[in-house]
């Protein structure tokens, strides 16, 4: 069965303090990783999309990487408006864009 | 360009009974869908569209009927509601093909008592 899974379900960072989200998948067929940022009571924010292991993308404090278990969402030095539940997602071989997601890591970053 | 929007916000239903969630989007499109997040579980896929006309299940269909007569909207309708489908609502669309960005609606909030 396809599954998604994160971890830590929630971390607490002071400003400046880089660490590391994780997203394992078990699916056949991966056609692609994405990655989201969810604000409390809006919906989820595209940050990126990664397609085969070795992939990198950036974003301002945010870093992507993908092998062919996991992902990591490396965030350095994060600020208090990085604080966000961050949302993993695989896109399976299929016809259709039916995303898998995972539950997500709530980030608090503490000034 | 308003992105996709959803309407309403939020809304208290009875169980029982009836009401529809708005979608709409003004990014041409083809693919519309339909999720819902609850606590402790990831957004879970309802139905979705590939074009107008055509709409297929997702992996939690019952309950809920969807159509799509146009390519902007994709209403999503509660026939009887329960206290189940308490939930929040999202609306996506994207473009089709290989692994399109799929854009978020800001959501719809339903408490069915």
């Known amino acids: 069965e396809d599954q998604v899974t994160q971890s830590p379900e929630a971390l607490r960072l002071q400003e400046g303090e880089s660490s590391s989200l994780n997203c394992s998948y078990t699916?056949?067929?991966?056609?692609?990783l994405f990655w989201y940022r969810q604000d409390p009571g809006k919906g989820p924010e595209f940050l990126f999309t990664?397609?085969?292991a070795g992939e990198e993308k950036e974003k301002e404090r945010l870093k992507a990487t993908l092998t062919k278990k996991e992902s990591f969402l490396h965030i350095t030095a994060p600020k208090p408006e990085d604080s966000a539940t961050y949302l993993c997602?695989?896109?399976?071989?299929?016809?259709?864009?039916?995303?898998?997601f995972g539950t997500g890591t709530r980030l608090l970053v503490s000034p | 360009n308003a992105g996709v929007t959803q309407t309403p916000k939020f809304q208290v239903l009875k169980t029982g009974q009836s009401m529809t969630l708005q979608c709409a989007q003004d990014?041409?499109?083809?693919?519309m869908s339909w999720y819902r997040q609850d606590p402790g579980m990831g957004l879970r896929l309802i139905h979705y569209s590939v074009g107008a006309g055509i709409t297929d299940q997702g992996e939690v269909p019952n309950g809920y009927n969807v159509s799509r007569s146009t390519t902007e909207d994709f209403p999503l309708r509660l026939l009887s509601a329960a206290p189940s489908q308490t939930s929040v609502y999202f609306c996506a669309s994207s473009h089709p093909g290989g692994s399109e960005t799929q854009y978020f609606g800001p959501g719809t909030r339903l408490l069915v008592l």
């Open positions: 997602a695989v896109h399976k071989n299929t016809g259709f864009q039916k995303l898998v």
């Open positions: 990014m041409n499109h083809e693919y």
């Open positions: 699916v056949s067929g991966l056609r692609g």
């Open positions: 990664l397609y085969s």
